[in-house]
């Protein structure tokens, strides 16, 4: 699995977007970008996940750049209740053995009124 | 629909003690991880289990064992606990999909502290 690297933590204003930023240079072209989010006292939730276009749901937008080696989670509007560690990670598909997903040490986004 | 349930919530063992924590997959799920997480870390993967078997494990000592019942649930054991061992025990589900791409769905894990 390729390398990824996030800031440590950023803050964001209460009703605009939060950008968090994933660094993942190493990325192999049969490596998806998951997103994951973890509120405290609470397990990882999955936000979203794409290979090379952009995605978008109803909890976020995922925009990876052409080359693939960066990616942008976006929460268009933030709220209080999206102050959580954020983790990229960076996976090939599951086959027959599955996937096993790595995760690092994430962003903790700090939402403020 | 009831997601990913863990039992229990909180545990106190002491060193040298065995554990046993379950995880009830979310409903239609087939897949079950482990996950170990240490204050201020990440998750770290423990093992997978697929159709009753062991299919892939990240690095731990063979203290770990787990087993997957026919029904999905899952145990993990834990052997000769170490102070070390004190962490926040996270059980995923998922669907091995045709597409091949698996979201797990993660319980509110198991706190264990080892005196």
């Known amino acids: 699995d390729a390398k990824t690297t996030q800031p440590t933590s950023m803050d964001c204003a209460e009703g605009r977007a939060a950008n968090l930023p994933c660094n993942h240079s190493?990325?192999?072209?049969?490596?998806?970008v998951y997103w994951y989010r973890q509120i405290h006292s609470q397990g990882p939730q999955y936000i979203i996940h794409?290979?090379?276009n952009n995605e978008t749901n109803e909890m976020a937008s995922l925009i990876i750049t052409e080359d693939r080696k960066s990616s942008t989670l976006i929460l268009p509007h933030a709220t209080l209740r999206d102050t959580a560690v954020y983790y990229c990670?960076?996976?090939?598909?599951?086959?027959?053995?599955?996937?096993?997903?790595?995760f690092g040490k994430g962003t903790t986004l700090s939402v403020s009124s | 629909d009831a997601g990913v349930t863990q039992s229990p919530t909180h545990l106190i063992k002491t060193r040298g003690q065995q554990v046993t924590l379950r995880c009830s997959p979310k409903?239609?799920?087939?897949?079950v991880s482990w996950y170990q997480q240490a204050l201020g870390q990440g998750p770290q993967f423990i093992f997978q289990?697929?159709?009753?078997?062991?299919?892939q494990r990240g690095n731990f000592p063979d203290r770990f064992s787990g087993h997957q019942f026919p029904n999905y649930s899952s145990e993990l054991n834990v052997n000769a606990l170490l102070l070390g061992d004190s962490a926040l025990y996270l059980c995923?589900?998922?669907?091995?999909?045709?597409?091949?791409?698996?979201?797990?769905?993660f319980g509110s894990g198991t706190q264990l502290s080892v005196l």
């Open positions: 409903s239609g799920h087939d897949t």
């Open positions: 289990y697929y159709e009753e078997e062991e299919r």
């Open positions: 794409g290979l090379k």
């Open positions: 990670i960076a996976t090939r598909q599951a086959n027959q053995a599955g996937t096993a997903l790595i």
């Open positions: 995923a589900s998922s669907l091995q999909g045709r597409s091949g791409i698996e979201k797990l769905f």
């Open positions: 190493t990325i192999s072209g049969n490596e998806y």
